[in-house]
């Protein structure tokens, strides 16, 4: 028996320090470092089992040629050597014929190691092909609207800064889901005397054991957030002193803005009790230290960029971004300031054709000049996961397009390859990671052989570097010397580190003690974004009925998607226990919504609009308001009664950043 300190590299802020046992080459156990402040001993739910992931007698162990239609999953075991043939005379023909931009390839987020998803990515650019505006799925919608509104290349607070808070805001985020050692922070603060407040459409867990719980309707935080403002201007909570160092525009929102937000106009909008928010205000108002988790949920949605925004100017009207343990915490990944250019931008055009992720189906349907040819994922199962599957799928199952993916499993996305390639995961591999939630960064080590004939992500990369005949020294170094090449030129607090002792090290921070730092044009915290103005967008911060919601009448129902909590994305759906932890992929419904439809607990249900229609069982439980039908994860059809949720929704674009709209998506429950 041997232990392994090694980093969790499935995408979750918390990015964990792990321990895992191996006995005789196999991963036994796996626990949460005990020397990391945050991870603090546990690991989530899921990774707990990562030996059963990846130990699954569901993983593709060799390379593999597809001998049916696409999609049908029909396949022969091929060597690697036969595989990596066939890809480079195929790409070389199609860039000959074509040009590079006729091929799409990258690896998107499900391997957080920035070797092993940069080196890819790496790949392509050198290679000059179509490149992925990756995230727009996610979270470049929110992205977008923190860096209009605190500045680009600023973290939020340090989710170690939690325990010393007063009053705590869950704003869309559920932290039993994605942010569970956070959870441990809070509860930690509960004990020394802060509240909790949850402001969630969903009653999940953190909802259920908070001191206040605010059931808000979806899409309607900025609302919210303004009517917050309107009542800590009315009773003299806001401290001007603060806005008037560290902030611009609020004058102007205060005059212009805030007076329509009354408790009853914002009531009328968010679905919530007058005194609730009142309520609510009186105790942001009188906290000295509040800190607010955002979640990602709000911003998945049309004017999603509108509401977050929003919600990231509250802590400047009562200052609260000055003090330790108060301000916001959206993500923290871009306070690390690395050289990710040398592994993800080692030489190429400064400028390609770019493909936004969400509208991948589109493109590979519809570009021109050149048209897509070939197709290369790595990390990302698009067929389940990405806005408007149907045509998604279309897009796969174009007879000329020739596509390769690489990945452990069998995703609905490999169905569609011609050539599939057996991928390991992290703990097959080593890297180096900084955390999207935390202001750690930490070398992860290898644990165990490849299984199988699985390859890493970065000895794909290299080799296929090397057959493509390109010469960029990073394509044949060893990872430790890569490492080196991501120090240089490392600016801000992760330059203080020396990437030759790194790997030995454990988790290292990059945490500060000081008040919220704005990057934006100002300086200063924008009420008012002349960078917005300058986009068309409203300059200030505002609330407006979602267009989308026109649909109301013949779908009543609007769309609620969240995380699972056993699995993430598909990430986990390899692993039977998971699967069975999670249950069946269902839909919840209210039981005034049940009722009317004359449905019950447990029955097989459709959901329709007009983009199509999926199967799922339904739960009947008041989690959730009337008019909203929960859809948990992103699960994979074969789980399914039929077919998995993104069918159901649009691949249209937020307020800001291009991202993707979710829960602008209205749709009607019968029975199956
Ligand atoms: N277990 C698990 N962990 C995960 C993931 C997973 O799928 N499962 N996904 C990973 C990934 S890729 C990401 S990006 C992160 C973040 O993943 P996200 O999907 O952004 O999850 P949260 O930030 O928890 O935000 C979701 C919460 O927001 C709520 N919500 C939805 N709409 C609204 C709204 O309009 N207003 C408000 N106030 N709340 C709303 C939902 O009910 C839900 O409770 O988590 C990562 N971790
Ligand atoms: N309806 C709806 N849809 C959503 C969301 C939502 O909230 N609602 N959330 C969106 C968000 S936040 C995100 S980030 C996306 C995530 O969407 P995806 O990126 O598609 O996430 P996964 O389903 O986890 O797919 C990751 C794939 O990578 C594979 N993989 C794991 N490790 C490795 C590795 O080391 N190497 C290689 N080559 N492959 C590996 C896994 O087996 C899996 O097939 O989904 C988005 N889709
Ligand atoms: S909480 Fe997140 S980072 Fe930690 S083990 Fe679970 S998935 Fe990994
Ligand atoms: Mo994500």
């Not at 040398?342 to 519809?366: C, Y």
Request: glycine fraction near 10%; hydrophobic fraction near 40%.
């Amino acid at each position: 028996m041997q232990t392994i300190r090694t980093v969790c590299a499935h995408d979750c802020p918390d990015m964990c320090s792990l321990i895992a046992t191996v006995d005789n080459g196999r991963v036994v156990r796996i626990q949460g470092d005990p020397d990391h402040p945050l991870t603090a001993g546990f690991a989530c739910g899921k990774v707990n089992r990562d030996m059963e992931l990846v130990h699954s007698p569901e993983r593709i162990t060799t390379p593999l040629r597809r001998v049916g239609p696409k999609g049908s999953g029909q396949f022969e075991p091929i060597n690697w050597d036969d595989a990596l043939d066939t890809i480079v005379g195929r790409w070389q023909s199609i860039i000959a014929a074509d040009g590079p931009t006729s091929i799409l390839g990258y690896a998107y987020s499900a391997h957080q190691g920035l070797m092993n998803r940069g080196l890819l990515n790496g790949l392509f650019h050198a290679l000059g092909t179509s490149r992925l505006l990756g995230g727009t799925v996610c979270d470049s919608c929110a992205e977008a609207a923190w860096d209009a509104t605190v500045g680009p290349g600023t973290g939020g607070a340090d989710p170690c800064s939690a325990t010393e808070a007063d009053l705590i805001v869950s704003w869309g985020s559920d932290l039993h889901a994605t942010n569970v050692h956070l959870w441990a922070k809070i509860e930690q603060a509960r004990k020394n005397g802060a509240k909790l407040i949850v402001i969630d459409p969903r009653r999940t867990r953190a909802a259920q054991s908070a001191d206040t719980y605010l059931p808000i309707r979806i899409g309607t935080d900025s609302a919210l957030a303004l009517g917050v403002m309107h009542i800590l201007v009315r009773d003299g909570k806001t401290d001007e002193a603060y806005l008037a160092a560290h902030t611009i525009g609020f004058d102007r929102v205060r005059t212009e803005v805030l007076p329509r937000f009354t408790p009853s106009y914002t009531a009328g909008i968010t679905g919530l009790a007058e005194a609730d928010i009142e309520r609510f205000a009186a105790l942001y108002g009188a906290a000295k230290r509040s800190f607010i988790r955002i979640g990602f949920g709000m911003s998945r949605y049309t004017h999603g960029g509108q509401n977050l925004r929003a919600v990231a100017l509250l802590p400047g009207v009562t200052g609260a971004y000055g003090r330790y343990g108060g301000g916001a915490l959206l993500a923290t990944a871009a306070a690390f300031d690395l050289n990710y250019n040398a592994v993800r931008k080692p030489s190429g055009p400064t400028a390609a054709r770019t493909i936004n992720h969400l509208k991948l189906g589109e493109a590979l349907l519809e570009a021109k000049d050149p048209p897509i040819k070939a197709l290369f994922v790595a990390a990302n199962n698009p067929a389940v996961t990405n806005p408007d599957t149907a045509k998604m799928r279309a897009a796969l199952a174009r007879a000329d397009l020739f596509t390769v993916v690489h990945d452990p499993f069998l995703s609905m996305t490999a169905r569609y390859a011609d050539i599939v390639l057996p991928a390991t995961t992290y703990l097959e591999t080593e890297d180096f990671y900084r955390s999207y939630g935390t202001y750690y960064m930490q070398y992860g080590h290898q644990v165990i052989a490849p299984q199988g004939q699985a390859w890493s992500n970065i000895r794909l990369a290299q080799t296929l570097a090397g057959r493509m005949g390109l010469t960029d020294p990073v394509f044949s170094m060893g990872q430790r010397e890569i490492l080196k090449q991501m120090f240089q030129g490392a600016g801000g607090a992760a330059a203080a580190f020396d990437p030759a002792t790194l790997p030995d090290q454990g988790p290292v921070s990059i945490a500060s003690k000081d008040g919220q730092v704005f990057r934006t044009p100002s300086g200063k915290l924008e009420f008012v974004s002349e960078t917005l103005a300058a986009q068309g967008l409203p300059a200030m911060p505002d609330w407006e009925p979602d267009p989308e919601a026109m649909h109301h009448a013949r779908y009543p129902l609007q769309l609620l998607t969240t995380p699972g909590y056993f699995q993430s994305h598909t990430a986990f759906s390899g692993v039977a226990f998971l699967r069975g932890r999670e249950g069946a992929p269902c839909a919840v419904l209210h039981p005034q919504d049940a009722a009317a439809r004359g449905l019950r607990d447990g029955q097989a249900v459709r959901l329709s609009n007009q983009r199509g229609t999926i199967g799922l069982t339904l739960h009947v439980r008041d989690e959730i308001q009337p008019g909203v039908v929960l859809v948990p994860g992103q699960r994979p059809d074969a789980e399914a009664v039929a077919g998995t949720v993104n069918m159901l929704c649009a691949d249209s674009f937020t307020d800001m950043g291009e991202g993707a709209t979710y829960q602008s998506t209205w749709l009607d429950v019968a029975a199956w």
